[in-house]
């Protein structure tokens, strides 16, 4: 087979790694890739929502599947457009149709969508401009912290979590009035604040059957002890040591099972992964978000342990054969550290030559912000690569990752050196 991958960060270097392993792989593209890419497959430098571009190069490289890393073409209808096209409505697509997609392109739909089927969710409502002052009243309903959320795609930048509801007034207003994060937050989801810790559960579907994939724990925030900005994630590891039988059986039963059925239900055609992002309520699991593709950094502890052909696997998602395969698991540890440039998530420079990745053992070095430029890998954004290891226990691979994390150099590297910081006391051999 022939695959385009859509996509240029650490999750689809993943994917690149993962599927380069699959005897039915042919030839492998990736739009735009990075440098770690390049020594798996052909990058081709185009935009991964440039849908008529997409169409010339699956025509000129015999394109076979198309697999959608990031959100954007998927919110915006790359599925629909194959669809649609008599040239590619044969060639599969790893990722939801537009209507499916609206569970991340709007945090409202979403909240709609988990109500409708009683998926245990916090409590919210929306507000647009036009009813401002109730949305003043609703936040003095409730308790401190106040959560805010723009309704659509805002880089990952457009969860606001406040202390005082005086601050939670003016950040609503700013948002709804003033356009803080553009068309985005033309709309707001206030919800309830939910006390616990979080995990991630993805889920690979056809539609009709699911494979529920290795649990996952990111890290978002720029400083130790999850201080600071939010980012794409400075790290994470998988499975989850809190995540036993008795709740991912609570999980399955109650967030998974519905969710897959009322994407049937709701008529919204869906091939590819679901992300389900959790929190832990007095060890009950509900419902935080949903992501239409898989996380990143998240996706560099989750693939690794997938022992199964990957693209066997979507090969039949392709077809709606996947209750006939199994998902075979890794039983280790995976732990992932992400390297970051000075000044990320705000301002920083890119162009900072990197050195020493040839000198990692015992570790995966996963590109995530890199181009080729002559004989040299420099920095090409802000998440620059992930070190992912795999060991008996968390301690190991996130001791593996350290040590590999210190042997890469480029100006202004900083990385947390506390991932999985919360979860430590717990079993580690789970």
């Known amino acids: 087979m022939n695959v385009l991958i859509l996509g240029s960060g650490g999750r689809e270097h993943t994917f690149a790694w993962k599927l380069a392993k699959s005897p039915l792989l042919n030839k492998l593209y990736i739009a735009p890739g990075n440098a770690g890419t390049a020594k798996l497959g052909e990058n081709i430098n185009i935009k991964e929502d440039d849908f008529t571009l997409i169409k010339s190069i699956c025509k000129e490289k015999e394109i076979n599947m198309v697999i959608v890393g990031p959100e954007a073409p998927l919110v915006k209808g790359i599925h629909d457009f194959f669809i649609a096209d008599s040239d590619l409505k044969n060639i599969p697509i790893i990722g939801p149709q537009k209507a499916a997609a609206k569970l991340e392109g709007s945090k409202d739909f ?18 647009t401009s036009e009813n ?21 795609l805002a880089a990952g930048k457009g969860v606001l979590i406040l202390n005082s509801i005086e601050e939670a007034k003016i950040e609503l207003k700013e948002m709804l009035t003033e356009a803080k994060f553009g068309s985005a937050s033309a709309k707001v989801v206030i919800e309830e604040f939910l006390d616990g810790i979080e995990l991630s559960v993805f889920v690979l579907t056809d539609g009709n059957s699911y494979k529920i994939l290795p649990t996952a724990k990111d890290y978002k925030r720029i400083g130790e002890g999850d201080t600071g900005l939010n980012t794409g994630g400075m790290g994470a590891i998988s499975p989850v040591p809190f995540a036993d039988d008795v709740l991912m059986q609570k999980i399955e039963e109650r967030i998974v099972k519905p969710t897959i059925e009322g994407l049937r239900k709701d008529n919204l055609p869906y091939k590819g992964f679901i992300f389900i992002g959790l929190i832990k309520v007095d060890n009950e699991p509900m419902v935080i978000e949903y992501n239409v593709r898989m996380g990143d950094p998240e996706t560099e502890v989750v693939l690794p342990r997938i022992k199964s052909d990957l693209l066997e696997l979507f ?14 698991l ?85 990385y947390r050196t506390d991932i999985g910081f919360d979860v430590k006391h717990q079993n580690l051999n789970k």
């Open 315 to 328: 090969q039949a998602v392709g077809e709606s054969k996947l209750a006939e395969k199994t998902l075979e």
């Open 132 to 152: 401002l002052e109730e949305g003043y009243t609703f936040l003095e309903t409730l308790k401190a912290p106040y959560v805010l959320k723009a309704d659509g």
């Open 110 to 127: 979403a909240k709609e969508f988990l109500f409708r089927h009683s998926i245990p969710t916090a409590a919210y409502k929306t507000f």
């Open 330 to 414: 890794d039983p280790r540890f995976a732990a992932t550290v992400m390297l970051v440039s000075d000044g990320y998530p705000q301002a920083y420079e890119k162009g900072k030559t990197i050195t020493g990745i040839g000198d990692v053992k015992d570790s995966i070095v996963f590109h995530a912000g890199t181009k080729i430029v002559g004989s040299e890998i420099h920095t090409n954004g802000g998440r620059v690569i992930a070190l992912t290891s795999l060991k008996e226990n968390m301690n190991e691979a996130l001791s593996s990752s350290f040590t590999n994390a210190d042997k890469i150099k480029f100006e202004g590297k900083y």
